[in-house]
Nanobody
Framework: QVRLVESGGDEVQPGGSLRLSCAASGLPSMLEGHVFAWCRQAAGKEREGVAWRNKDGNTHYVDSVKGRFTISRDNDGTMAYLEMNNLTPEVTGLYYC???????????????????WGQGTQVTVSS
């Protein structure tokens, strides 16, 4: 059974930092064999991709978080992380860890949505 379990979300002030973690289990070939991503869903908005890492190790970020967020995984392929710095209120939302053996997206569309999802961890940035 595949499980992705996120943690690390919190309420912080603007300018603060957080580190989100995603514990993965049951994935064939673990995270090494999957594209994985951090997706965000803000209140009243569609789920969107924030950062993702391809199987070749290349990472991608939406423009609004470039230079502030870093996606990574551990060498065992069981943990994924999202380091978030200089946080602003615009990044508030429920953050999901997602994984897929092929290219996928955070919301409905083409390619197909990620196969595997966590339950989400809330990040709130406010003063």
């Amino acid at each position: 059974q595949v499980r992705l379990v996120e943690s690390g979300g919190d309420e912080v002030q603007p300018g603060g930092s957080l580190r989100l973690s995603c514990a993965a289990s049951g994935l064939p070939s673990m995270l090494e064999g999957h594209v994985f991503a951090w997706c965000r869903q803000a209140a009243g908005k569609e789920r969107e991709g924030v950062a993702w890492r391809n199987k070749d190790g290349n990472t991608h970020y939406v423009d609004s978080v470039k230079g502030r967020f870093t996606i990574s995984r551990d060498n065992d392929g069981t943990m994924a992380y999202l380091e978030m710095n200089n946080l602003t209120p615009e990044v508030t939302g429920l953050y999901y860890c997602a994984a897929d053996p092929l290219v996928a997206v955070c919301a409905n569309g083409w390619p197909v949505p990620y196969d595997y999802w966590g339950q989400g961890t809330q990040v709130t940035v406010s003063s």
